[in-house]
Each structure stands twice: as structure tokens, then as C-alpha cells.
């Protein structure tokens, strides 16, 4: 009786038995050794935020900012300085705005600024695309045939589909940038009121990609053949 351990890169199987009688029984492939990661063992047990949270870590802070002495520098106010700014005011009612010893006007000598993150979720509306028509009411008053106008409105991007050029390109980028599968794109648009299949996001994604960013895709491939040489990932 004879055992051949196959090499695994080669043959995931052992043949077990003599040359005459061979019996193969699927290996396992993945590691030999039978030693876990700490570290794996703890993102199985808890969540994320409960490993990597580090209390000792301080968070960024940003200097008060006064009117009077601007400091704008550091890694924080440049992240800062191209975001969009919402401002809200905080100042004193009129009945307080006098002085507390002698009970004249008060007046204002600078400004305090504290700077938050407000991420705004994901929000759905619907765009309805309202064309008007017009007559002639004195034609038609004089019996006199007209043609009626109509007001030009942008074709739709997917006839007779909800899809919008903004809703199309959203699910696509959660899709292929952000990882996120069409079954869970399908139960958060649910969360958010929007009770659309997988099988119409899919869809949506077909259709844009076969009508529209087939132009694209033509445009880039006229461009690399026109090139001397191309590099080329033949693993991909």
C-alpha cells in the first residue's frame, strides 16, 4: 500500500492506494500550518470600529480662528479649504446687547469660528420634465389650420426607465468604486424609499454602458491603436 502526495501547486489531490488501485481524495489548499493571526481572529470577533478605535489617539484639532488673526495652515485647514462652507451666525439678541456695569450698547469686537464635518447621506427625488404645448387660439377662432409647437425638452437617457444620467452613474459608482453589490445598493435605495430590483439596477447598468459609454470606450480604443507601444497587464 503506497500514499503519493501530489504537489499542491500542481494537483490539489493525494493518490492514495497501490499503482493498480489508486483512490484520489481531494486536498485542501490554503495554509499548512494551523497557527491564526491575532489580528484576524479579532475582526472576526468584533466589529471594525471596536478594533481599530484607539482612545489614546487625540483628535486633529484646529486653532480658534479670529477675523482679527487669520492662521490657515496645517494638514487640516488645507483639507478644509476646498470642502463647501455652510456658516451660521450666533449673535446676541437686541434686549442683551448692553453692557452689564453701566447698561450702554454693547458693541462687537471679534468673532469666535469652531469648524465641524457635516456629511450630508444620499438623497432621492423625483425630476418630472413637464413640456408644454401651444396653439394659436386665433387661428383657431378664423377656422385657419396651424401647427401646434411644442417646447423642446432633453431626450430621456433610458426611454420608458426611471433612469436618470445621476441615478445611473450613482449606482455604477457604488458598484465599481466603492465595492458595493447590486444586492445591497437594492436595500438601501429600499431604505430609502425607492423599491428598485437588483435585476433593474442591473439593467440601468447594461443599458448605460452599451448606449452610452460605448462612445467612450470607442474613443479610448482609437486612441491606444494610434500609440507605438502599449503596455499590457496579460494577468488581468
Not at 20 to 27: A, E, G, Q
Not at 70 to 80: N, T
Not at 172 to 196: S, T
Not at 229 to 234: C, N, P, S
Request: hydrophobic residues 35%.
Amino acid at each position: 500500500m503506497t500514499k503519493v502526495v501530489l504537489p499542491a501547486p500542481f494537483c490539489p489531490i493525494i493518490a492514495v492506494g497501490s499503482p493498480r488501485n489508486v483512490t484520489l481524495i481531494p486536498c485542501k489548499i490554503g495554509a499548512s500550518s494551523e497557527k491564526t493571526n491575532p489580528d484576524q481572529l479579532a475582526l472576526s470577533l468584533f466589529n471594525e470600529a471596536e478594533v481599530t478605535s484607539d482612545e489614546k489617539i487625540e483628535e486633529p484639532t484646529l486653532e480658534t480662528i479670529t477675523y482679527r488673526r487669520k492662521k490657515r495652515s496645517g494638514q487640516i485647514e488645507a483639507m478644509l479649504e476646498n470642502l463647501p462652507t455652510e456658516t451660521i451666525h450666533y449673535r446676541l439678541p437686541d434686549e442683551e446687547q448692553a453692557c452689564l456695569c453701566c447698561g450702554e450698547q454693547v458693541h462687537e469686537m471679534s468673532t469666535e469660528v469652531r469648524r465641524e464635518l457635516k456629511i450630508i447621506p444620499a438623497q432621492v427625488k423625483v425630476v418630472e420634465h413637464v413640456r408644454h404645448v401651444y396653439s394659436c387660439r386665433n387661428c383657431e377662432r378664423e377656422g385657419t389650420e396651424t401647427p401646434i409647437v411644442t417646447a423642446k425638452m432633453p431626450a430621456p437617457m433610458y426611454p420608458g426607465s426611471l433612469a436618470s444620467p445621476s441615478a445611473m452613474a450613482y449606482i455604477m459608482n457604488q458598484k465599481y468604486v466603492e465595492g458595493m453589490p447590486l444586492y445591497r445598493q437594492e436595500k438601501q435605495l429600499e431604505r430609502l424609499g425607492v423599491p428598485l430590483s437588483r435585476q433593474t439596477l442591473a439593467n440601468w447598468m447594461m443599458y448605460g454602458a452599451t448606449h452610452w459609454l460605448i462612445h467612450l470606450y470607442e474613443h479610448i480604443r482609437t486612441y491606444l491603436l494610434m500609440q507605438d507601444v502599449l503596455h499590457a497587464d496579460e494577468l488581468c
